[in-house]
């Protein structure tokens, strides 16, 4: 193996040598020293991949990947990686100031898959940090991408940028990795999505990851980058047609080491202008990852701070407190979590291989962020029927909840008149939609303590309701009760103390 300067390599900058039978049979590597590795392998066809660093004449080191994507062993071989061979990789966008975020993984990233025994396999992944960052072109081979994905903001700012640029896409729209391997976007061509990031009534900081899916398995990376104090707004830029994953970190301060956290699946199909909140209530118990395996052993995990448009993760949170409890039907404890939202139960007889039987999950929740006055409390009453599934298998156990979309300002405060309410009656993301048989709501103006009836009515669209608010409500908080039953005879009773703030 050879460097940029066409000298063998230190081992401590070119270790490893890997080799990938086109066939899906095969995996090795070998050890590189000093440059070099003699070995054997059977005869066949190999993908030839390996890594050098080179020093740089102003300091530092660049990194080059040689990449072969048919090699062909069919009697002793010699073959030369030679980094020489090599072309800049980068990610560029049609505004002059704007630059790959300088934070951690450096903003860009870099992926090669190819078609390895029939399936789009990932080859190799690359991030793109600040060193120049080379790859070695090739000729054809079925399936083979390099594939690029960047954040860019202002200067290339971790925090405080007025725009940010999420784009991802094939360096080429052949089956090789070109010689000018680069991803160059126009800002027309992006979707334009206008963002707002809400203040939840207390002095708070933010900021978020995006990250594409890429074929080929492997993990999503998402590159952080703060959006700063709240209340903020941002033009964010988005590659369309492609499945971004999305989170927004909200915290006390810009550190962000305690925080809350939602998630939220994101595919903008076509360029134009978008809009969407961040950060906004109301939140609540969202759509569950419950899992019910063989052995009568029950996941239940359920996000407990999701909004309409976000799930949150599941427990522990910071500054949450809380428990959840596993009922038979007649309201024998058969066991408690310390954590609200999750447990692992395991159901008693009859629920092992009797016939479906009859349980009750309640839950409740404690909150005291400094950074969010939102679901300071939270009490969710879940009844449903089990049986665990036969022979090693895992099956979902999706349950209902409730969520709610209204018109909050900056701080999520809403008017002190009349204040419109959309609500969605969710389950398992990747159950079916639930057939709502009832669907009742209360308000409260007093934490609780008093409820009112609030009329529910389907539009054909979905669920909405109106909330007058009373007299001497201004500067309030509205807490919401709802309790929803679908065709299957599931049903959820569950109430969010503070659901959001009423203006002064």
Known sequence: MLDRDGKAPQTADAQYVIFRSLDGTTNGYGQLDNGHFTGQLAPGEYVVEAGVSTPEPGGGKSLTVVYLPRFVLDQDR??????????????????????????????????????????????????????????????????????????????????????????????????????????????????????????????????????????????????????????????????????????????????????????????????????RDRTTGPLGAGADFNTLLSDGTLQFWVPMLSSWDAHSGIAPYDHVTGQTTLQTSDRKIIATSDQPGYGEFNLPAPGRGSGQAAYKVTTDAERQAPWSDLATRQHVVWTFTAQPPSGDRAEDLPLLSVLYRTRLDDDNRASTSTQHLALSVRTNQDAPTPTVRRLTLRASYDDGTTWKNVPVYNTGQGWEATLQNPPGSAGKYVSLRAAAEDTTGRTVDQTVIHAYGLAP
């Open 78 to 275: 010699t073959v030369v990686l030679d980094a020489r061979e090599g072309r800049p990789m980068s990610i560029d966008v049609d505004r002059p100031d704007a630059r790959l975020t300088g934070g951690d993984g450096g903003g860009g990233y870099a992926r090669v898959v190819q078609t390895i025994g029939g399936e789009t396999t990932t080859t190799a992944n690359i991030f793109l940090n600040g060193q120049p960052t080379y790859i070695t072109p090739s000729g054809p081979a079925p399936g083979l991408r390099l594939l690029l994905q960047g954040r860019l903001t202002k200067d290339g700012a971790v925090t405080g940028s007025p725009y940010i640029y999420n784009v991802a896409g094939s360096a080429s729209d052949q089956d090789v990795i070109p010689s000018d391997p680069a991803l160059r976007v126009r800002t027309a061509d992006l979707a334009t999505v206008n963002t707002r990031y809400a203040r939840q009534g207390r002095p708070a900081c933010a900021g978020t990851h995006a990250g594409a899916h890429w074929p080929g398995g492997g993990f999503t990376t998402g590159f952080y980058v703060g959006v700063g104090s709240l209340p903020a707004t941002r033009t964010e830029y988005f590659s369309p047609g492609a499945d971004w994953e999305t989170d927004t970190d909200i915290g006390a301060d810009c550190d962000l080491i305690e925080a809350s956290v939602t998630a939220a699946p994101e595919r903008f199909p076509r360029a134009g202008t978008y809009t």
